[in-house]
């Protein structure tokens, strides 16, 4: 079996083209020189077009690209009452901002957020689509803390919230569900407890089970993660090569260990850089992979989500994507 291909969620919104300019049709949607049914139409016609562009890039797995999210703490905001969106902050180390959280009053799941855009996306495309919600431990930091209150006291608040919104999926149809957490680290001191509330919030579902890390030196972690049960670990193998150059090897050996039972989705393709990765080595840094488990429990993606690039060097890093696959 070939090793399939997939992203992790966002995608670029605007074209350079200028055919579609979503942010463009918020902002006069904002000042109420668009309708909602002019928004709306604004914002399916970019999900398709990013549909349509991984169909012909010949990924196996899809996403909508998140397109109707503003920032990835945002969907928990709209499924949720009692959680307000405040200030901007820097999101990591990338030139995009999210807006804190803030809760006021009590907080409680009200009905899900992403069920009816998987719908929508699966009606759109003839491939299988992906859900990505963020993580627990993602969104206890994203949280602006009130007196009494800390990270980990927040946690199975927003792990209770999540289960409901994967039962919600789960029912709604959605066959995979991922959840990121770019927090984790070996050096995070919540990685253990955000690995049991994972673990809490996929309990008994069916579908096949995500989580993605990324941004760190997930080399270090892998012990750790190897303790979630789910089907499917998206690992960042990129962003912390610079500093650990045995970063590669080092996961391969895990993986051959066999610490780790389950699928690896490989996200050698750097989401953060214009830079085209070269297809020969590319295949050659997979070879290290295939050589440690078989190509059926593997996938090649992006490192993170894409909405980073510019859209025209999101489009060629999918297309690379099929094609350091093919006979890997």
Not at 290 to 319: M, Q, R
């Amino acid at each position: 079996m070939a090793i399939r291909t997939t992203v992790v969620g966002s995608f670029p919104k605007v074209t350079e083209t200028g055919s579609d300019n979503l942010p463009g049709t918020i902002d006069k949607w904002q000042k109420q020189a668009v309708n909602d049914a002019g928004l709306q139409q604004e914002i399916e016609k970019v999900i398709r077009r990013i549909l349509k562009e991984q169909e012909e890039a010949g990924l196996d797995l899809v996403t909508d690209g998140q397109v109707r999210w503003e920032d990835l703490p945002h969907l928990i905001a709209r499924s949720s009452t009692g959680i307000q969106r405040g200030a901007l902050r820097r999101f990591f180390d990338n030139n995009v901002y999210y807006r804190r959280l803030e809760m006021a009053g009590g907080v409680s799941w009200q009905k899900s957020a992403a069920a009816d855009e998987v719908r929508f996306a699966s009606a759109a495309t003839k491939k299988p689509v992906k859900a990505a919600l963020p993580g627990p431990l993602l969104l206890a930091y994203a949280t602006e803390l009130k007196p009494g209150q800390t990270v980990e006291s927040l946690i199975p608040l927003y792990a209770d919230l999540l289960r409901q919104e994967v039962q919600a999926l789960e029912k709604a149809g959605v066959k995979e569900i991922q959840i990121d957490e770019p927090n984790l680290s070996a050096s995070e001191p919540l990685t253990a407890k955000t690995v049991e509330a994972i673990n809490k919030i996929f309990d008994g579902v069916k579908a096949r089970r995500w989580v993605a890390v990324y941004f760190q030196d997930v080399s270090a972690v892998l012990p750790a993660l190897a303790k979630l049960q789910v089907e499917v670990l998206g690992l960042d193998l990129v962003s912390a090569r610079e500093k650990n150059p045995n970063l590669l090897s080092k996961v391969a050996d895990f993986l051959k260990s066999g610490a780790w039972k389950g699928e690896v989705a490989l996200g050698l393709v750097d989401a953060r850089n214009t830079k085209l990765e070269d297809v020969v080595r590319l295949k050659q840094e997979i070879a290290q992979f295939t050589e440690a488990v078989s190509a059926d429990k593997l996938w090649l993606s992006p490192n993170c989500g894409l909405e980073f690039l510019p859209h025209e060097a999101a489009v060629k890093k999918i297309k690379l994507l099929r094609e350091a696959a093919a006979g890997a």
